[in-house]
């Protein structure tokens, strides 16, 4: 696959992650939080778990499920808290704060693997920070579900990095993305049958949104990125898929009625000048250090 096809594929799971936010969003009118997260990621193993059959064999040794392992925690910490933020906080703020990943990766490429950081992403994660701010009305008017988000796109950029060394190393995406699900459903089922209101009936009135969250939100989109990073840069992966904050704030006025104010459409347009300022900068793509051996923007 060519990079302009890896990019092209992250641009459409921008869009379906973007539209996705609004059933992420009503889902919570039937499920909390964690039974949300457990159904979607179960539902998303089963569609992958047979396309592990057409993948190469490999022996797995220690580094390879050590690199798994950090992969699939990451993220069902991220998905985890990006589902918690969602009762505290609406779907176009939490569209664009979970765009932070976008500067985020860099940093968190830099801190992992060595990767240069330069004076375009700083400059980027500067104005991204502001209209962050902005958009939520400053930090006075951060509430929990808007840290939680925060948070979430953290965990988000080092699951990126991590997911690119893994993916570029060993390949076999179809298990990575079967692992991935598998362990975020089988942390949050349990919690949510015993401590949320996990049943059949409720699973069953979710149907919808679970449909559209556990095909196209998780087993697609999650599946089209772990693809994709075989073949791009994981800050190259992050400015494209936050795209998704603008795709987000089109279903949520369209489908919930939601409005922005000025000066949080100010903050959106900020962070989205942060975004085109790195796709478009010769430096806002990461550049390998040449000890890693890694393959660059």
């Known amino acids: 696959m060519s990079k302009l096809h890896a990019n092209l594929l992250l641009l459409v799971a921008a869009a379906l992650w973007g539209l996705g936010n609004v059933p992420q969003k009503t889902i919570l009118d039937y499920l909390d939080p964690m039974s949300a997260v457990g159904m979607r990621c179960l539902i998303g193993w089963i569609l992958v778990l047979p396309l592990i059959a057409t993948e190469a064999r490999r022996p797995p040794g220690g580094l390879y499920r050590a690199s798994l392992a950090r992969v699939s925690v990451l993220f069902a910490i991220a998905i985890v808290l990006q589902q918690i933020g969602y ?3 609406s779907v176009t703020n939490a569209s664009f704060l979970v765009s932070t990943a976008t500067v ?3 940093f968190a490429a830099w801190l992992l693997i ?3 950081l330069t004076a375009a992403v700083g400059f980027a994660a ?12 400053g930090i006075a008017s951060f509430n929990q579900g808007d840290v939680a988000i925060m948070l979430s796109a953290g965990c988000y950029a080092l699951w990126m990095v991590e997911l690119g060394r893994h993916a570029q190393t060993y ?7 079967a692992t991935q699900f598998l362990g975020a459903a089988v942390i949050s089922l349990p919690l949510g049958f015993f401590h949320g209101n996990l049943s059949p009936a409720n699973a069953f009135d979710a149907w919808p949104q679970l449909l559209v969250l556990g095909v196209f939100s998780t087993a697609v989109c999650f599946g089209i990125q772990t693809i994709a990073q075989r073949f791009t840069s994981a800050s190259h992966a992050a400015v494209i898929v936050s795209a998704e904050s603008v795709f987000g704030a089109l279903g949520a006025a369209l489908f919930l009625g939601e409005r922005t104010s000025f000066v949080g459409m100010l903050g959106a347009t900020i962070m989205l000048g942060a975004a085109l300022y790195l796709a478009t900068s010769g430096d806002g793509a990461i550049r390998p250090a040449p000890e890693n051996g890694a393959t660059g923007a």
């Open 87 to 89: 009762l505290g906080t």
């Open 126 to 137: 500067g104005l991204t920070l502001v209209g962050a701010l902005l958009l939520s009305g």
């Open 114 to 116: 060595g990767e240069r």
């Open 171 to 177: 390949g076999r995406p179809f298990t990575a993305m």
């Open 104 to 106: 985020m990766t860099p």
